[in-house]
């Protein structure tokens, strides 16, 4: 099951559960599409390498019994 980061890891925008912007690396580093369409390399994750796509999003329903994560993840590019 997805984590779903609450932020993106670049800019820290929040990026609720239902998120249409938010994609992820298959190691689950969240980012903002603005974030990974100018300011990752590549379009690429910074932390693994791997190519980005758009982060599913759990129904409504599900996040009762499968909350998102609550822990914020930043690591600004320099």
């Given at each position: 099951m997805l984590i779903l980061k609450p932020n993106c890891?670049?800019?820290d925008k929040d990026l609720p559960p239902d998120a249409a912007d938010a994609v992820?690396?298959?190691f689950e580093c969240t980012f903002c599409r603005d974030c990974a369409g100018s300011r990752l390399?590549?379009?690429?994750?910074?932390?693994?390498?791997g190519n980005l796509v758009a982060?599913?999003?759990?129904p409504a329903a599900k996040l009762a019994?499968?909350?998102a994560s609550k822990d914020r993840v930043l690591k600004p590019l320099a």
């Amino acid at each position: 099951m997805l984590i779903l980061k609450p932020n993106c890891e670049c800019c820290d925008k929040d990026l609720p559960p239902d998120a249409a912007d938010a994609v992820i690396c298959s190691f689950e580093c969240t980012f903002c599409r603005d974030c990974a369409g100018s300011r990752l390399p590549g379009g690429l994750c910074p932390n693994c390498g791997g190519n980005l796509v758009a982060r599913p999003i759990r129904p409504a329903a599900k996040l009762a019994k499968f909350p998102a994560s609550k822990d914020r993840v930043l690591k600004p590019l320099a």
